[in-house]
């Protein structure tokens, strides 16, 4: 491939200034009709100086947005090869049902025989994710993956209570996802890192090397941060239940399984869900999300509460008992984002999430072959919906990771994930997702082979990169230590 048949090219990409540099007094966007009411006086307390809004046409609007617009990369405009995010493709459907103003403008406060609507969709969510996971009970209250961590530990913290155990430790194997610690020691545990074997998951020895009967439980991303299944897992769950511990899942990269493994078989107790990576809802800007959290039967009393339940005439919001640990979110949780994950799992059907993963699974595995004699993999194992490769080859030319990843702009690719998972050195991150045709991916490979060309015939292209996109490469240090946050 050479560089003039990269998908990226610069084009009409325009600067603009911020509305309040455009603004020129007198223009207007809209005339509003002259009032019929007498003018009245504010009271002296609610009067000030006001705001001073820029004066601005209609015209000026609209082309600043689409201007704005022109700028940005994202799931609509090509690949996004982001590993750990799950930023795929979603179905335009899963928006248009978001937006029912039958489900979506209903009074959070309205009593439950006026919006047995939106009760359903929560119960048979929660039935959905109760099939696909095997973990009978299920709250859609938590409000992101890390808040779903958080209450599986509360619910760790409330069943060791209940059983007058005192534990204050968790195991963390060093390949999980990093908000695990924080969410442990939010509830009162000492996180207790585990290092992964030489293979990139989890040794059962290392585990019974350190669990006894101060440790709550360990905490396991399966599939892992480097993308492998952790296959260990029965042996691990043994021995964490032998001494009296709890098995939370992390199950952030549920994308690679869903329809394959059962977690309740794996010896999962607690396991959270990312509505918003694996089951449809856009990701991009940090949210909204939604985390629920999938126990078993034995735990179900710990779970937040209300949950919908039906009954014979409906259904109800079930405030449940006394041993519940009560809301983590108001309301219905983030109810938008449970209306998209609920239109995503009916349209594609059982068959078809099964189907999902499948081609997760295959289009990393493919790149992960396609690509493995032009970057070092970081474990040389099958892998399920990502791959990960380090930097060391690139470094011979004193090339980086990040050299890498801006010249994939140049390309018009958004980057992958780089520097994580950091038990990598250099990592390298491709999650292409179920979403993309063998074109895309192989046209995407050969861009990285073209790169890595380039980095030993005109290093300098990388270093200097990205030349064509609307900003250069920022001084990130600078950035972040001196941010400038205008029109405030």
């Known amino acids: 491939m050479s560089a003039t048949q990269v998908p990226g090219a610069s084009g009409i990409i325009q600067n603009e200034a911020l509305l309040w540099e455009k603004g020129k007094k007198g223009r207007r966007g809209m005339c509003v009709p002259a009032s019929d009411v007498p003018e009245a006086t504010l009271p002296a307390e609610l009067q000030g100086q006001g705001i001073d809004f820029p004066d601005l046409s209609e015209v000026d609007v609209v082309r600043h947005y689409t201007r704005l617009s022109q700028w940005n990369y994202g799931v609509d405009t090509g690949m996004y090869p982001l590993g750990s995010c799950t930023m795929k ?110 293979n990139g998951i989890i040794d059962v020895q290392s585990i019974a090397a350190v669990m006894d009967e101060e440790t709550a439980g360990i905490m396991i991303t399966n599939p892992n941060t480097l993308g492998l299944f952790e296959t260990n897992i029965r042996e691990i769950a043994e021995l964490v239940h032998a001494k009296g511990g709890l098995v939370y899942g992390d199950g952030a990269n549920m994308n690679a399984v869903m329809g394959i493994i059962n977690a309740r078989s794996c010896g999962v107790d607690v396991l959270h869900l990312n509505l918003h990576k694996t089951f449809s809802t856009p990701h991009g800007g940090g949210g909204p999300g939604a985390g629920p959290v999938c126990v078993t039967e034995e735990l179900t009393k710990y779970l937040p ?136 991916i192989d046209q995407f490979i050969e861009v990285v082979q073209m790169i890595v060309r380039e980095a030993k015939e005109n290093p300098e292209l990388l270093r200097q990169a990205p030349q064509r996109a609307k900003m250069r490469r920022l001084d990130e240090t600078l950035a972040a230590r001196h941010p400038c946050l205008c029109g405030s």
Request: net charge positive.
């Open 89 to 198: 493709y979603n179905p335009k459907i899963n928006e248009k049902v978001a937006a029912t103003p039958e489900l979506a403008a209903a009074h959070p406060m309205l009593a439950d025989e006026l919006v047995q609507g939106n009760l359903r969709v929560m119960y048979e969510l929660q039935e959905s994710l109760a099939a696909i996971t095997g973990l009978p009970g299920v709250t859609v209250q938590p409000a992101a993956g890390a808040h779903g961590e958080l209450t599986g530990m509360l619910i760790f913290a409330a069943y060791h209570k209940s059983r007058n155990s005192l534990r204050n430790k968790i195991l963390i194997p060093d390949t999980a996802h990093g908000t695990n610690p924080a969410s442990a020691a939010l509830c009162g545990y000492k996180p207790v890192p585990i290092k992964s074997g030489p």
């Open 305 to 440: 509460a209300p949950r919908a339940t039906k009954v014979a005439n409906g259904y109800l919001l079930d405030y449940g008992g006394s041993e519940s640990i009560g809301r983590v979110h108001a309301f219905h949780g983030n109810f938008s984002v449970l209306l998209r994950a609920y239109s995503y799992i009916r349209t594609m059907g059982a068959r078809n999430l099964k189907k999902a993963s499948q081609l997760a699974v295959l289009n990393a595995a493919y790149i992960k072959e396609k690509l493995k004699d032009t970057l070092p993999l970081a474990y040389n194992r099958p892998c399920m919906h990502e791959c990960v490769f380090s930097d060391a080859w690139l470094q011979e030319d004193k090339i980086s990771t990040l050299d890498l990843a801006k010249r994939l702009i140049d390309c018009g690719y958004h980057p992958p994930t780089i520097y994580f998972p950091l038990v990598v050195h250099g990592a390298i991150m491709i999650e292409p997702t179920e979403t993309e045709c063998k074109a895309d």
